[in-house]
């Protein structure tokens, strides 16, 4: 199966405006059609029937399929909908070119790249619903997708993007908001590594700490994470924090905040008793996870 980054490196630059048309309609359509008939593709280009050799290039590049058959129309697939990202994150001047993998995983994958000035930047590609397509994808080697879950990534990233441009202002440890588009979201890139993975750590007592204050602080700003794990906490080599992955987070007056509060602090105590051997929380911790959880918190 052809990577992202093949597909930015040959696909990308064989798309012209015209190519870019057709997906943005074909995008735009999905709204009100399963699939996208041709002749609402050849009308809304304004090409007509010259529509067709573009649409077969698309195809063949994988970028859009034809679930019910070429006659009865196109939908666009992950990899089309990452060349439009792409497309208006380069006309932007966010980003020049794509670099290697970060982190390719189940709902998202995590690519670095350069940005006009030479810096670096880590863009994230949601993938919901990938995995159930697998099967699939065997026989069909193209990102097969559902245009619900196309719209789903699109959420994801928009939550994400909101997220982190509330808690980055808020002095939380999240990487910093550069841009979002579509289903995509650019930010500062960081060295680090997962701390579920991390082999040694000098303080592990002050980490935890660390990652207790700064979800309390993402509390008092507006934000519970909802899914925090040692996966979605980096440790960068001087051993600072950072928590990523804040598609799934809800404000303080959702009806589950202190719930998930509860359950994202039970979780990393759990995971800092199992692996580091802490016994007693310090009392200034304590105190901060039941301000935000309330007294009953169980240790
Ligand atoms: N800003 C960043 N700087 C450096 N690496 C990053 C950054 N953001 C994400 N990564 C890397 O990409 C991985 C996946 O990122 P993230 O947790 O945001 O996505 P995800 O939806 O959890 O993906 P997965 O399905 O793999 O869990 C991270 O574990 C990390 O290794
Ligand atoms: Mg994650």
């Not at 994202?264 to 199992?274: E, G, P, V, Y």
Request: aromatic share 10%.
């Amino acid at each position: 199966m052809p990577s992202l980054i093949s597909y930015a490196r040959d696909v990308f630059r064989k798309l012209d405006e015209n190519h870019f048309k057709v997906l943005r309609i074909i995008e735009r359509n999905l709204a009100s059609y399963e699939v996208v008939p041709k002749e609402v593709i050849y009308s809304e280009t304004g090409l007509g029937e010259r529509a067709e050799k573009l649409l077969k290039k698309l195809n063949e590049y994988k970028l859009i399929w034809a679930p019910m058959g070429y006659d009865r129309g196109f939908c666009i697939n992950y990899y089309g909908l990452d060349m439009l990202a792409l497309k208006a994150l380069v006309d932007r001047n966010i980003i020049t070119s794509l670099g290697r993998p970060l982190g390719v995983g189940k709902e998202a994958d995590v690519y670095d790249a350069l940005a006009p000035d030479g810096g670096r930047l880590a863009v994230k590609f949601f993938r919901i619903g990938r995995t159930s397509f697998r099967k699939y994808e065997r026989h069909r080697t193209s990102l097969v997708t559902a245009p619900s879950h196309l719209a789903a990534s699109m959420r994801s990233a928009r939550m994400e993007y909101n997220a982190l441009r509330i808690l980055h202002p808020a002095g939380v440890r999240v990487p910093e908001p550069v841009a979002r588009n579509r289903h995509v979201v650019v930010t500062e890139l960081f060295q680090g590594i997962e701390l579920a993975i991390v082999q040694s750590l000098s303080k592990p007592l002050e980490i935890l700490g660390e990652i207790i204050v700064n979800a309390a602080k993402a509390w008092e700003a507006g934000v519970v994470h909802s899914d925090l794990s040692a996966y979605n906490i980096l440790i960068t080599p001087k051993e600072e924090i950072l928590i990523i992955d804040w598609p799934q987070w809800v404000p303080p007056s959702h009806r589950m905040a202190r719930e998930y509060l509860k359950r994202d602090m039970s979780n990393l105590i759990k995971f800092f008793r199992r692996k580091w051997s802490i016994r007693e929380l310090p009392e200034e911790y304590l105190d901060l996870i039941k301000k935000a959880c309330g007294e009953s918190f169980l240790m």
